[in-house]
């Protein structure tokens, strides 16, 4: 007879959906780095679009490399559910007795460790094209750190929302980019607002606890809208 | 073994896009048996596996596992299902073994991989566990989703046109899968264009049609 | 008691609540033109010119109700589509999307009006005010709720998936406004309002009677969009076919 699943039991579980979606992240190492490559080129379209002056890259240079990341990161969104739905697997996920929700949960944190933290690392790289000093860098891949989970997490309830639709990928634009505006502030802001001399705390405090707020809410409505998208 | 487990429909009806498919279908299925649900194309054989399995939403009326309704067991009910349907839930990137072993995880199980390796000689499938799934033919795909079946432990299997794309040796393979099944007291739910017989065990007739 | 609670229960089949929806929405859509014309009246001829801003300020009798209406709109929406969501019935999620369009319509005159307010006082059609913005921003959910809707087939589903989009809105909709704000006041932004000048109690009472005149227009127009909403999905039933023969 099986045993019910205990709280361990749901841990590897979790564990399993996580290494599975890493795993397939790295072999199929093209649609990972692609986000990556588009961070790159976003960000150089800007000093390409206003000028090279560096007072003027200076200070764009947060809100640039943030709405770069967020579309980066926005960009792999959809490849969190829609392989699985095509094949079947989803429902199997669906149907397993391990709470949706968590399952939910270790395929967001597989994301972000594939697109998130390759965007965090990436982006000192092209602050220095800003010419955002050392601080300033730090702070950002700290902003960047704490942002990227909940961009995640928010974006899988749009991934979930938009599964088999047409225009999905234009349409979960549509739907999350406005979700995402609070962390976009908060992220953005904490570089400019440690240069003016007021630090960054606060902003990491309020960024700290969309994060929170995302990994207790956003399971919920992930697994609602996955059920709904199955029906 | 617990006490026998048995299937209930009670009056359920199912709609889609706005049109009633069926109402009023009541049924019992004790263990041990199979149900074979039958119908025209179009009649909701799809539908009404899949509100058993609790993925579909139903119209009216109730499905009862053990005699208490599967909207309100959640994961003690999903632990005794296992659900094929016509996708294979197979992740063409991954070997075989990967793929058993992940949706054994998911099911509650870790994988016990000499059973695996059994279970896939088995069904003709000797030493291709390390083999990625892309690299498989259609039948052997789908040999490898029956392998799934004959892993788990759930008492209830749901199968939605199970025979399709199999050759006769296929066929037999998972007919006498179903009996074995059967025989320990489990119980099965199937759609099929083919009526296959199981074993000794006559099938339970449900005959699905439009109100 | 218990009679009244069947009673009200038995609107909720959308056959019913069709003829009702009928009867009412005619007296809504006086009420609205009535106030309407009251309000507009009070703001434009009776209200004093405001010491500051002249004769400009006025069009914020129809900007801030609009914007508090969008705002109003999108809770009810959502708090519809919850109730469909958790009770499963059909007409819940066919008034949440009678709302969108008046929410959004609302949203839009208010950044419509905003921008007429805005250019004689900054000289310039858009300002980054906290409103503006926020309105701008909800404008957007309804944008996408409305797409979502409209881009899944099965209406049952539809229903459904954007309920949880608005639910999920919801409860943004205060973290978006906050932030925001948070944005606005750190870049020292424009500020499209009556900062600075105390609101005379003519002008109070003329924008509380546009609100509830907007408030009755929402109602009527829901009312009536859900009736085409509701002949639109029960078609294959007998009562359509009837009614509309």
Known sequence: ?231 | ?211 | MKTSVTHWFKFASPQNFYHLAGKLWPWFAALATVLCAIGLWIGFFVAPVDAQQGQGYRIIFVHVPASQMSMFIYLVMAAWAGIGLAFNTRLSGMVASALAPTGALFAFLSLLTGALWGKPMWGAWWVWDARLTSTLILLFLYLGFMALHASIDDPRRADRASAVLALVGAVNVPIIYFSVKWWNTLHQGASVSLKGSSMASTMLTGMLVMVVAFWMYAIAIALFRVRNIILDRERHTEWVKHAVA
């Open chain 1, 1 to 231: 007879m099986t045993p019910t699943p205990n709280i361990l039991g749901a841990g590897s579980v979790m564990l399993a959906v996580l290494k599975r979606e890493v795993a397939l992240g790295l072999r199929q190492k093209g649609e990972v780095l692609t986000p990556l490559v588009f961070f790159m080129v976003i960000a150089s379209l800007f000093p390409l679009g206003v000028g090279a002056e560096s007072g003027l890259l200076l200070r764009m240079a947060p809100g640039v490399l943030w709405v770069s990341a967020l579309l980066a990161a926005m960009l792999s969104l959809q490849r969190m559910f829609a392989t699985d739905y095509a094949d079947g697997s989803l429902e199997q996920m669906v149907l397993s007795p391990t709470p949706l929700g968590l399952l939910v949960l270790a395929k967001a944190l597989a994301h972000f460790l594939l697109s998130g933290v390759p965007l965090v690392l990436m982006a000192p790289v092209l602050g220095l094209q800003f010419g955002l000093d050392s601080r300033a860098l730090g702070i950002l891949m700290l902003t960047l750190l704490l942002g990227t989970p909940t961009l995640s997490l928010i974006g899988s309830i749009g991934a979930a929302l938009t599964l088999g639709v047409r225009g999905a990928g234009v349409l979960l634009s549509l739907l999350i980019l406005p979700l995402y505006i609070p962390v976009l502030i908060f992220g953005a802001g904490a570089v400019e607002a440690d240069a003016a001399g007021l630090g960054f705390g606060g902003h990491v405090s309020l960024l700290s606890a969309l994060l929170v707020l995302s990994l207790f809410f956003s399971p919920f409505a992930t697994a609602a809208a996955l059920r709904i998208s199955l029906e």
């Open chain 2, 1 to 211: 073994m617990d006490t026998p487990a048995t299937l209930t429909f009670s009056k359920l009806a199912c709609s889609k896009g706005g049109r009633l498919l069926f109402k009023d279908v009541d049924c019992t299925l004790a263990a041990g048996h199979w149900l074979y649900i039958a119908g025209a194309n179009g009649v909701g054989k799809t539908s009404l596996l899949r509100m058993v399995c609790g993925l579909a939403p139903v119209e009216a009326g109730q499905i009862l596992w053990n005699h208490t309704p599967i909207g309100a067991q959640h994961d003690s009910y999903r632990q005794d299902l296992c659900y094929l349907g016509h996708l294979n839930a197979l992740q063409e990137s991954m070997s075989v073994q990967e793929n058993l072993m992940f949706t054994s995880a998911l099911g509650g199980i870790a994988l016990d991989v000499q059973k695996a390796k059994s279970v896939l000689e088995r069904f003709g499938l000797r030493g291709r566990s390390q083999q990625l799934v892309r690299h498989l033919s259609q039948g052997q795909k789908r040999r490898v989703a029956l392998s799934r079946l004959a892993l788990s432990t759930a008492r209830l299997w749901v199968l939605d046109e199970p025979y399709v794309a199999m050759d006769e040796a296929g066929i037999q393979m998972l007919s006498d899968l179903i009996a074995t099944h059967l025989d320990h007291g489990g119980l099965a739910v199937l759609t099929s264009h083919q009526r296959v017989p199981v074993g000794t065990h006559t099938a339970q007739l449900l005959e699905l049609k439009a109100p």
